[in-house]
Structures are given as C-alpha cells and as structure tokens.
C-alpha cells in the first residue's frame, strides 16, 4: 500500500475539527479557579483555569472580555461559559471563553442548566413543537417594555414591511424584581386575543439582566400559548430559556419583525412579475388562437367544398332521374300521350267511343283526332 504521510499542521487541523465539531464540548460551563491571569493590552484576557487535580489554559477574545462586569484575577473562584478550541500552531488545545462569572454568580448560571435540562428532558425544546409562522398575519402582538427602544424597532418595522397587519401591545417590565410577574401577566392578556404571532423579549442589556426570560413559570405558559411565538431578547450567546421554547428566535426587534411578517415589496414584485407572466400568458393564447381559428377556417372552407361538391353530385343524380321520369323525356324519343276529351291520358282503348274527340301529345305539337272504331 502507498504509504501517506501527513504533516504535523494536518494533524493538529484535524484535532481541532474534531474537537470543536463535538457538540459536547460546545457553551460548556467550566468551573475552577483562575491562574497565570494576563491581560493583554488589545483586551485579551490569556489565563488557565484549574482545580485540585487538572489545569487547562483558556482565552478570551476583547469582544467578550469587555462585557463582563469584574476585572478577572488569580485565585478568583469562577464559572465560565467556553468552548473547546484547539491552538494549531502548538498543537495545544483549549477554553475559547465567551462569559465569565464569580462563584455566586455562577451557581445562578448553574441552577439555570439544571433547569434548563430539566425542561429539555420533558420534551418542550424538541422541534417537532414548532409552529410555523404566518408571515402574512393579520394580527401581531407584543410584548416588551412600554416606551422602549424594542417596541418602537418593532413597530416601525412592522409597519414598513406589512402594514396590512394589525398590533396588539402587552406592556410589561423586562427586567428586575417585578418583570417575571408583569411578563406572565401580559402573556396571559395576550391569549385572549386572536392573534397569528406573539412576539416576546427586549431589546439590547447586560448578561445579568435577563433573568425575568428565565422564570420557569414563565417559561412553560409560554410553552402552551395558542398562536406561535417569536422571541426577541437580543443576545446570541446568552441565550435565555424563552429562546428555546419559542417556535422562532431573533437576536433583535428588528429580526423579529422580518421573522413575523413578508416584506410589502416582495409582494408588490411578485405581482409585478405575476401580471408580466399573465400579460405574455394571454398574448401567447390568442396567438394560439388565432393560429388555431385561421386553421381550422382553411379546414371549414375545405369542408364546405368538399360538402358542396357532393350535394353538386347528388344533385346531378337526382337531375337524370327527374330527367328519366319526366314525360317530355319520353316524347323526345318518339312515343305521345293521348288525352279524352276531358283531358284524362288514355291507356286503354275501352275508355272512348266511336265519334269521341281525342287528343294526342307529341314532343313538339299536339294532334286533334275523331275516334273512328
């Protein structure tokens, strides 16, 4: 066998496709204690984390490290949200953090997977359960913040891209002590209404703020609600547990509001394009028409010449026999007609009497005779 050899950047390529195309390893939480902690000055946080018995080296990109709340440091007992990743050029692999909380903070994060396995395991995150959405309703409620950024993104885009369809607004808190509460309030006002779509969430906020999304009797009301539902809460990663159970998910209002609905101008082109396809449509019918009626026209007046023809024949036919029966045809071939003097044809000698006038039809001209015996 030909023998293949690969290189060592082939092998490590395939490591870290290996490693990061295992679900498993995807937006793990990680617990341990922060060490070799370096903040580098583009914002990239370089550290390991580790516990009694292992250690593993982990990063995290400025994009991520400047959302979170603390300044990370050695010794800081911690929960990380991380992916597996693999270094390719030292063949080294490790945590690829998005989110990074203290302890406590991340017990909170902990009991959230708890829950939020829980509910996976009753089924209600399987996606057999979601609806379609009609994006062409006649009517969308919302329910989000009163005064905020997200119902007037909603709104707006809405109503620029159908605004054929009616909105229906649930104003409740989206954060805070009170926002579980007031948001399963206003989902429950929104079940009396006819609605083709609900759309739940907020709009742009910390982390730490979309506790209210996670509310588990929240959760699984929203799990039964009679029309479809869009959530909208406005993280990629953080997702929240509305995100899963809801039939559609987008990261802004505005995605939101493409997900609920068609955009006028698409229907506007489709029906350009459907009256341009009618219009070519029927002129290729009447083209066929008229293609049709001038064949079928030469095929009439060949029919009508061919019926002419016939009866011509027939009429001829029926011409010689009339000829053949008629009595002129008779005399002209030398035979005559003798008629009594009351104008009846003799055929009998018996009809007349000596003395009685008769009188006899040739072809040309008639005889005047008296019965002599």
């Not at 293949?4 to 939480?29: G, M, P, Q």
């Not at 805070?176 to 929104?190: Q, R, T, Y």
């Amino acid at each position: 066998m030909e023998r293949i050899v690969y290189s060592v950047k082939d092998i490590n390529t395939y490591i870290k496709a290996s490693l990061t195309n295992d679900d498993n390893l995807k937006y793990i939480y990680v617990k341990g204690e922060i060490s070799n902690c370096k903040i580098a000055a583009t914002g990239h946080i370089y550290f390991s984390i580790k516990d009694d018995d292992s250690i593993i080296n982990a990063v995290m990109f400025a994009n991520y490290a400047s959302k979170i709340t603390f300044s990370p440091k050695n010794g800081d007992e911690v929960i990380l949200l991380a992916s597996v990743d693999v270094y390719i050029p030292r063949g080294s692999y490790q945590l690829f953090v998005y989110d990074i909380s203290l302890e406590g903070q991340g017990n909170i994060l902990l009991e959230l997977e708890k829950l939020k396995k829980k509910l996976a395991a009753e089924g209600l995150f399987d996606e057999d359960r979601k609806r379609k959405i009609n994006i062409y309703p006649k009517a969308i409620g919302i329910i989000t913040a009163k005064n905020s950024a997200a119902i007037r993104d909603l709104v707006f885009n809405i109503k620029r891209r159908y605004p054929l369809a009616g909105i229906y607004f649930f104003p409740a808190s989206v954060q805070g002590e009170n926002a579980p509460k007031e948001l399963l309030e206003a989902f429950k006002k929104s079940q009396e209404y006819d609605l083709d779509t609900l759309i739940i969430g907020r709009g742009g906020g910390a982390s730490e703020d979309l506790s209210a999304f996670n509310d588990e009797t929240l959760v699984r009301a929203v799990a039964n609600s009679k029309m479809p539902v869009i959530a909208a809460v406005g993280h990629e990663i953080d997702s929240t547990l509305i995100d899963y159970i809801a039939d559609k998910r987008a990261s802004t209002p505005t995605g939101a509001a493409e997900l609920a609905t068609v955009d006028q101008r698409e229907i506007i082109q489709k029906l350009a394009y459907a009256s341009t396809d009618m219009k070519e449509a029927l002129i290729n019918k009447v083209d066929n028409m008229k293609e049709a009626t001038s064949s079928y026209k030469e095929a009439l007046a060949n029919a009508l010449k061919n019926k002419i023809y016939n009866y011509n024949l027939r009429l001829s036919a029926y011409q010689k026999q009339l000829l053949a029966l008629n009595p002129k045809g008779v005399l002209s071939r030398g035979y005559s007609i003798t008629l009594d003097a009351s104008g009846k044809p003799i055929t009998n000698s018996k009809q007349v009497s000596k003395g009685e006038k008769i009188t006899t039809i040739l072809e040309k001209g008639q005889i005047k005779s008296t019965v002599e015996e």
